[in-house]
């Protein structure tokens, strides 16, 4: 069966669960663009955004009548996000409205977040008590994980609905038992964007009850890498890596403060990539954290990062460049790594266990028992089922499993990737997965 965006290689429907299909999305370099794609780019073609600082701010105050966005620092970096997109000419009108909305909501979500702390002060006086972090490069196992460790009700995770607006507005308030209007506000977007590009989801899902990255608390600071994920973001990279990170994860700090605040205390779960290349950030900023590293093969998850951002950009981007796309991600695994290698043997032992996506895939219950044992958590029958039940919701591959050529789609060979990581492969028991 052909398609417009890629070829289907088995015949059941795209999303089935029973027997889900293999998406080979063929038209990576030249895309065939749906009807859909076409009219949404030509109604961002005709309602372009003004992305300037004065107009962020200012619309962020519209949205929520607040004012104050609390210490100004993030400002400097809020502009290279600014001056970062601008640099990017081939990003599209679409592409640069996503910018924009991305932008305006974490300044909403910061605005919000400031209000609590001045309404109820005593929130910066909550302890995040003994949170379990994740740390591990995409495709590595982490969600897989997560959902395990997820399932124990001691533990607080955090679903996407909730990641990307922690503080609900004065209209979002909700009677016990009725949907959070977050939440329906969350699955609306999902359903756009999913019609939109239906195999986003295949890739990396954000639908409302999706156990989210922590990365959408730290954006609200403009110092995570999320911008890397939506522009060819030169300038903001090289301004990260130059910049001191830890205001950042105070930041994701405090609006761990808050949700603790709102919804109860229970210890936190976190994941993030990005956590790999700050270590020993998190570990001054969190330092009783039990901290969990995954490993893989960096080809495996570069090959699904780099078509991921291939296949958005047939409607962010005005001209899609496989060659550019990999040459930007391969650079900043490689910087991602080289940060992990070089602070991991300065963590705590007692709190830090490495996991091997290999090992994980055979014996994820041991894998469980051994952060446990590290996170002083008991774990007894009861809790082990839970955690097999949990992911009996949760199998690999449900949205369908996408095909990957790395050859054909980026004229790239495995192994000559694999040689830039040989640093990682020494350090850390990793084995080669992609041929």
Not at 87 to 98: C, F, K, M, N, V
Not at 164 to 175: N, S
Request: charged share 30%; proline share 6%.
């Amino acid at each position: 069966m052909s398609w417009n965006i890629g070829q289907q290689v088995n015949s059941a429907p795209t999303g089935s669960t029973e027997n889900p299909d293999k998406i080979d999305i063929a038209d990576l370099a030249e895309p065939v663009l749906t009807d859909l794609q076409k009219q949404t780019m030509a109604w961002a073609d005709a309602n372009p955004v003004s992305l300037t600082e004065k107009a962020l701010l200012e619309a962020a105050r519209q949205a929520t009548g607040l004012s104050d966005f609390g210490d100004q620092g993030f400002r400097q970096h809020m502009a290279k996000w600014i001056e970062s997109t601008d640099a990017d000419t081939e990003l599209s009108a679409l592409g640069r409205i996503g910018v924009f909305g991305a932008m305006l909501r974490n300044l909403t979500v910061r605005l919000r977040i400031e209000d609590m702390v001045r309404r109820f002060p005593e929130i910066l006086d909550i302890e995040i008590d003994r949170p379990i972090i994740i740390a591990g490069l995409p495709r590595s196992g982490t969600t897989y994980l997560q959902n395990f460790l997820g399932a124990d009700p001691r533990l607080r995770a955090l679903p996407y609905w909730e990641a990307i607006r922690p503080v609900p507005g004065p209209e979002e308030r909700c009677m016990y038992g009725e949907e959070d209007p977050r939440r329906a506000r969350c699955a609306a977007d999902w359903a756009q964007q999913d019609a939109l590009l239906p195999y986003v989801k295949a890739i990396h899902e954000f639908a409302p009850d999706h156990i989210s990255e922590d990365i959408e608390l730290q954006t609200p600071e403009f110092g995570s890498y999320h911008l890397d994920w939506l522009t060819h973001a030169v300038v903001w990279r090289d301004h990260y890596f130059q910049m001191d990170h830890r205001p950042v994860y105070r930041y994701l700090r405090k609006c761990l403060q808050v949700l603790t605040f709102l919804t109860g205390r229970k210890r936190w779960l976190l994941k993030c990539p990005q956590h790999m290349e700050q270590l020993s950030v998190v570990n001054e900023i969190f330092p009783d954290a039990t901290i969990v590293i995954n490993h893989r093969d960096p080809v495996a998850s570069i090959q699904s990062a780099i078509t991921g951002v291939a296949y958005s950009s047939r409607v962010t981007r005005t001209r899609v460049r496989p060659d550019r796309i990999a040459e930007y991600w391969i650079d900043r695994y490689e910087r991602l790594l080289r940060a992990c290698v070089r602070d991991r043997d300065a963590l705590d032992p007692a709190r830090t266990v490495d996991v091997y996506f290999h090992e994980l895939m055979q014996f994820p219950m041991e894998i469980v028992g051994d952060i446990y044992a590290k996170a002083d958590l008991p774990l007894g029958d009861g809790m082990r089922q839970w955690m097999t039940d949990a992911l009996t919701h949760h199998p690999r591959g449900k949205n369908g499993q996408i095909v990957y050529d790395l050859r054909r789609d980026f004229k790239l060979e495995p192994d000559d990737i694999r040689r830039r990581f040989g640093f990682y492969f020494e350090r850390f028991g990793v084995k080669a997965e992609v041929k």
